[in-house]
Nanobody, 120 residues
Framework: QVQLVESGGGLVQAGGSLRLSCAAS????????IGWFRQAPGKEREFVAR????????YYADSVKGRFTISRDNAKNTVYLQMNSLSPEDTAVYYC?????????????WGQGTQVTVSS
């Protein structure tokens, strides 16, 4: 199993940047596909980005493509989400999640979330 803890959220002005971290504990972190999701007040959870076990294959939601960058450092058991050119529409609780298989959409483990607030 793996435990995930997000950090790096906070308050930032529109146009600014934040770097979120997803720190994992437990064995075989490199076996997990890691995704970032977010949930804004009154809205459903949405996919943000995903990174493969090796870090080679990456997917982004259209809403963040070109602005956000996901990366991972398996030696540090950490996945990052660099968020640039932030807008108020990016305000949400951001979660990282882990799954073992690329053939399933179900993520097995979730972090507690970190709040990102973008002011206008």
């Amino acid at each position: 199993q793996v435990q995930l803890v997000e950090s790096g959220g906070g308050l930032v002005q529109a146009g600014g940047s934040l770097r979120l971290s997803c720190a994992a504990s437990g064995r075989t972190f490199s076996n997990y596909i890691i995704g970032w999701f977010r949930q804004a007040p009154g809205k459903e959870r949405e996919f943000v980005a995903r990174i493969s076990r090796s870090g080679i294959t990456i997917y982004y939601a259209d809403s963040v493509k070109g602005r956000f960058t996901i990366s991972r450092d398996n030696a540090k058991n950490t996945v990052y989400l660099q968020m640039n050119s932030l807008s108020p529409e990016d305000t949400a609780v951001y979660y990282c999640a882990a799954k073992t298989g690329s053939s399933t959409t179900v993520y097995d483990y979730w972090g507690q979330g970190t709040q990102v607030t973008v002011s206008s």
